[in-house]
C-alpha cells in the first residue's frame, strides 16, 4: 500500500473518514519511516512530551517521513510558541497538543503555528515552508488538540465554536483523563465515560473528527462503535513484539 499525503489525510479528517494513526515513543532511529509509510498507516505520532524526541533528533526524522509525502505529528511538550514554531520548522506537518483545557491554549497554537496575517509564527529552519507558499503553509499545517480533563472537556464546544476551522481533529488522552476523573487507569468508570461520550457528541456536532489513544485492536474496535474515527494505538514495541511474534509462531510450525 503506497503513502497517503498531507492533502489526503486532510479530506479524510474533513470527512470523518477512519484514520489510523500509530504511536512512536521510544525508538528514535529515522529508518522507520519506510515501514511506515507503506504499511497503511495515515500517520505517526512523534512523541516530545513523553518520549525521546526533541528538537536536536526530530528535523532528521521528521526528513525521512517528508521525503516519502508521509504525514508526521508532533505531540509538542507544551502549548508554547518555541514548542510548536519549532516542530514545524523542523518537517512536522501537526502538531497535537496535550492537556488542552483552555481557549488561550488554543489560540496560543495557531498563533505559533500559522504565518501572518492569522498568526505570528517567524520563518525560519531547516524544513519550515517546504516548497509551500505562506498560503499554502497555513492551509496545510494541522493542529490537533487533546483533551484529558473534563475541564477540556466542558470547554471543547466553545473551543470548536470559535476555532473549528484552524483545529483538524480532537484526540482524548484516556490515562490522563481517567486520572482527573479521579479513577486512575480505570476506563470504565461512569465519570470517565461520560467525558469520553460527551467530546464525541461534541464534535460529531461540530462535524469534527474524533479519537483517542487506544491500547490495542480491540480497544479501537470497542470505540469505533461510539463514533470515533481516529484510531491513535500501535506503539512501535508493540508492533514489533507482534510481527516477532507472527514469525516465531510461523518457523514453530514448519
Known amino acids: 500500500m503506497g503513502t497517503i499525503s498531507t492533502e489526503k489525510l486532510m479530506k479524510k479528517l474533513e470527512n470523518q473518514e477512519k484514520i489510523f494513526i500509530a504511536y512512536i515513543g521510544q525508538l528514535t532511529h529515522p529508518r ?18 513523553h518520549g525521546p524526541f526533541n528538537p536536536e533528533n526530530i528535523g532528521d526524522i521528521a526528513a525521512e517521513y517528508n521525503a516519502l509525502d508521509f504525514p508526521v505529528i508532533a505531540r509538542i511538550q507544551d502549548c508554547e510558541y518555541h514548542c510548536i514554531s519549532k516542530c514545524v520548522d523542523q518537517g512536522c506537518d501537526a502538531i497535537l497538543v496535550p492537556r488542552t483545557e483552555t481557549l488561550a491554549q488554543v489560540e496560543t497554537a495557531i498563533s505559533s503555528m500559522r504565518f501572518h496575517p492569522i498568526g505570528k509564527k517567524g520563518v525560519g529552519g531547516r524544513a519550515c515552508l517546504r516548497g509551500d507558499s505562506i498560503e499554502e503553509f497555513n492551509r496545510k499545517r494541522l493542529i490537533f488538540i487533546q483533551i484529558e480533563s473534563p475541564l477540556g472537556v466542558d470547554t471543547l464546544d466553545e473551543m470548536l465554536t470559535r476555532y473549528g476551522n484552524e483545529i483538524a481533529g480532537v484526540i482524548i488522552g484516556p490515562y490522563d483523563l481517567s486520572i482527573m476523573c479521579e479513577t486512575p487507569l480505570d476506563f470504565t468508570g461512569e465519570k470517565f465515560l461520560a467525558c469520553v461520550h460527551k467530546t464525541v457528541e461534541i464534535c ?16 479501537a474496535k470497542k470505540w469505533a462503535d461510539s463514533g470515533m474515527n481516529i484510531f491513535w494505538t500501535a506503539p512501535e514495541a508493540v508492533c514489533m513484539q507482534m510481527g516477532l511474534k507472527a514469525f516465531a509462531d510461523g518457523i514453530a510450525e514448519l
Open 204 to 219: 460529531k456536532s461540530h462535524n469534527k473528527s474524533v479519537g483517542m489513544f487506544m491500547d490495542d485492536l480491540e480497544a
Open 32 to 49: 522507520l519511516a519506510s515501514a511506515y509509510a507503506s504499511a497503511g498507516v495515515d500517520s505517526i505520532i512523534l512523541d516530545l512530551e
